[in-house]
């Protein structure tokens, strides 16, 4: 009979030899093969009812959990089977101090096991859903199909679970947790989460020189929700996510100070996406070799702070950065493009220290919807025998602009190029750059393969421009090379002359191109704006800024300036008392060939009362005007 409910019962020895009666009382709730085969049956069960909560139990006939139970311990004899549910979502808690042993058969259904404390599992089981809320041995043998769930004061304590595919370990309910190699087992070298998920303010904090892999997303959601990466500074140790790393929620994911130097490092290798939502926060550290290495896309709307540490672009699709990489905190300091497709800028992005192109697997920085800003201290280095060519560069556009920033005078060449159609390289060298600088001062290009659409020229001239601007410069001189390419030349390139707009309308002629070197090299410029190469039609003999006239007393003063000159005689200044018919009042000796700002002025002695109509006439050394 069953312990809890047995009568008082008096026997009586009679020693006649032969055998005699005996009774046994039962330590446990037993099943009883005359029910349905279901938990609820009172006839499954010796005591002909369903346990209590809290008792020990005994599965001595197949039965299936069809309600939620509460056991002292749970044992499967061999040869039986227990499932877990009926196929609805069951719970079976497991007090603390509690045991479950299979020495039979164990079929999961959906079903939740919860340990209430600490506890062990022996045996062979596949568990859905395990429960943690203390210090439970998960025995050899046990495997998560979907979720272990560590609650406030749970861990896997001696023994390791095992994770099946799409399975996840999830930190909830609060509380700070510490794995340990060797001590606490939820995640070593050798027992690998699919997914990791850490919410609901838990921080999770993994400790020894190992090397952890989850195999699918890392999830962090929730105030105070983290994940920490802590040296122990023995040896190596590195996370590996091989799917997309989550932040959300204003959690939080950190790579630890350690040891200071290379040594000692923890690296990071996120092989999907890393998300950063705008509540939530990527932190690397400054110790040399604790480095990022990323083959998704980077899409960070809050911090995403790497320090002074290098990220590693290896992916074999295009890559892209969004949100976030300007200011002090989210810029970037290394980064190195070992991918043969590339990266794409989404949003402005600035570039502190270095900028390496891989010798074997590199590929080009494409500006989409957003400009590269790169510091004044900037290194760009190809390893190995690379150089810069249509393989490894930066390609702006109309629209996005490579932007170099400068404190003092210097060179630096743009690595540029396009990517409409067929990827081409065309860099533009600025040489010998003066001037005085602003805190905010930096040189722009963009580019495109085409014919500027102010280009008048018909015959001779280039399908390809530059646009380069300047910021917070004064007094500025400067040479530049810009290269184009083969592909570019439309007519005979002997016949293209360099031309320079500062409007891209009216345009000025500086000299034929560099036919032998495919380049436009123009030196002692003082002022920037497009550059391409046109032809006759396509320029005009000054390139004016302005034209001013100002009453002064009884006189008009009349000023202008040219930003070039080529083959400039003079100018002539009309004048008219109706705007039809114009009288010569005199002239002005040009400057004749000039790439520089020129500063003209006339003062109209008799102007009459009313209106006055001024015209400029300039005139070449061949008369024409």
């Known amino acids: 009979t069953n312990s809890s409910n047995h009568d008082l019962i008096s026997l009586k020895l009679i020693n006649n030899g032969g055998t005699n009666y005996s009774y046994t009382v039962e330590n446990a709730w037993t099943t009883n093969a005359a029910g349905d085969g279901t938990w609820d049956d009172p006839n499954m069960w010796d005591g002909l009812s369903v346990p209590p ?3 020990p139990i005994v599965i001595e006939d197949n039965i299936t959990l069809d309600q939620d139970a509460t056991v002292s311990s749970i044992t499967i004899t061999s040869g039986k089977t227990f499932t877990a549910t009926d196929g609805t979502s069951r719970r079976l808690s497991i007090n603390n101090g509690g045991n479950l042993t299979n020495n039979g058969t164990y079929t999961k259904n959906n079903e939740t096991i919860d340990f209430e404390g600490s506890g062990s599992i022996s045996g062979s089981l596949d568990i859905y859903n395990l429960e943690l809320n203390g210090s439970v041995d998960p025995g050899a043998n046990t495997t998560i199909t979907n979720t272990l769930e560590i609650k406030s004061s749970g861990n896997v304590a001696s023994n390791i679970v095992k994770y099946a595919s799409g399975s996840n370990l999830h930190f909830n309910t609060g509380g700070n947790f510490d794995i340990n190699v060797g001590t606490d087992e939820e995640w070593s070298s050798t027992n690998n989460p699919h997914h990791v998920n850490i919410s609901n303010g838990s921080s999770l904090t993994l400790k020894g020189d190992v090397a952890r892999t989850s195999n699918g997303n890392i999830t962090i959601d929730g105030t105070n929700s983290a994940l920490y990466f802590d040296h122990a500074n023995l040896g190596h140790g590195s996370i590996i996510i091989n799917g997309n790393l989550v932040v959300s929620g204003g959690g939080k994911f950190e790579v630890k100070p350690g040891d200071g130097n290379d040594i000692n490092s923890y690296d990071v290798t996120i092989n999907g996406n890393i998300t950063i939502d705008g509540s939530s926060s990527f932190y690397l550290n400054n110790d040399i070799g604790d480095d990022l290495y990323v083959k998704g896309n980077i899409t960070n709307n809050n911090i995403f702070d ?3 540490r290098l990220i590693k672009f290896e992916g074999t699709t295009q890559q892209t950065l969004s949100g976030n990489f300007t200011g002090a905190t989210n810029m970037l300091h290394y980064i190195e493009i070992a991918n043969v497709q590339g990266i794409a800028i989404n949003s402005d992005v600035y570039i502190e220290d270095m900028i390496t192109f891989d010798e074997t697997n590199h590929g080009n920085i494409e500006l ?18 690379l150089t810069p060519d249509e393989s490894c560069m930066i390609i702006p556009s109309t629209t996005n602009e490579l932007r170099k920033e400068f404190t003092g005078n ?11 159609g067929t990827t081409e390289y065309s860099p533009v060298e600025l040489i010998n750059l003066t001037g005085t600088y602003g805190s905010s001062a930096y040189i722009a290009v963009k580019l495109a393969d085409a014919k500027h659409p102010g280009n008048g020229a018909t015959t001779d001239f280039l399908s390809r421009y530059w646009e380069v601007t300047q910021s917070d410069i004064t007094l500025t001189s400067y040479d530049i090379d810009l290269y184009y390419l083969d592909s570019d030349i439309n007519g005979t390139e002997t016949d293209i002359w360099e031309i320079k707009s500062s409007n891209g309308s009216t345009w000025s002629n500086l000299g034929t191109v560099d036919a032998a070197n495919n380049k436009i090299s123009l030196t002692g410029l003082t002022s920037f704006s497009f550059f391409s190469g046109g032809g006759p039609g396509t320029v005009l003999p000054v390139e004016l800024l302005n034209f001013n006239a100002t009453k002064k007393d009884n006189t008009t003063l009349l000023d202008w300036t040219t930003a070039s000159e080529t083959n400039n005689s003079h100018f002539e200044i009309l004048h008219s008392t109706d705007g039809l018919e114009f009288n010569n009042i005199g002239s002005i000796e040009g400057m004749g060939n000039s790439s520089s700002n020129q500063y003209y002025s006339f003062v109209h002695q008799y102007p009459v009362s009313g209106y006055n109509y001024y015209q400029l006439k300039q005139i070449d050394f061949d008369g024409k005007y």
Do not use: A, E, H, Q
């Not at 400009?371 to 201290?377: A, E, M, Q, R, T």
């Open 53 to 55: 909560d809290n008792v």
């Open 306 to 308: 790497s320090k002074n």
């Open 410 to 420: 210097g060179s630096f060449t743009f690595p540029v190029g396009d990517n409409t």
């Open 368 to 385: 989409s919807s957003g400009d590269l800003i790169l510091s004044p201290n900037i290194t760009l280095t190809y390893n190995g025998s």
